[in-house]
């Protein structure tokens, strides 16, 4: 899992950097709140998760793990997308709000799966 999560942080990594190229080279800067995101949420927690899988968790491939890694993801690409489109002006807030709440929930019961699972590991 430490794997997938290196991946997928450097994955996001780089599209915040393409991102944040872009607004600075445009100065047009109507994205930071996408580009925040992908930055901390994608890249820096995905980081995170990883040096907790390598250090804490090593060899944990069970259920709860996969799950953790899917919600994860999928909270922080519908947050991401959800966010492109509100602050790109392609969709009105009344429209994608509801749906970035329910993408944040999912990205924090991502987080929250990660909490029981450090907390798993350390009783035993």
């Not at 899992?1 to 393409?18: E, H, N």
């Amino acid at each position: 899992m430490d794997r997938k999560f290196l991946m997928t942080a450097m994955g996001y990594g780089i599209l915040g950097l393409i991102l944040g190229i872009y607004m600075a080279a445009s100065e047009n800067h109507g994205q930071m709140v996408t580009h925040t995101h992908i930055m901390l949420l994608g890249f820096v927690v995905s980081f995170f998760y990883a040096a907790v899988h390598k250090l804490w968790l090593p060899g944990n491939t069970a259920k709860m793990a996969k799950t953790q890694f899917l919600l994860h993801q999928l909270g922080t690409a519908g947050l991401v997308a959800g966010l492109y489109l509100l602050y790109g002006r392609y969709m009105p807030a009344a429209t994608i709000g509801p749906v970035l709440g329910v993408f944040s929930v999912i990205a924090f019961a991502g987080f929250v799966l990660m909490k029981i699972m450090v907390i798993k590991a350390a009783k035993t």
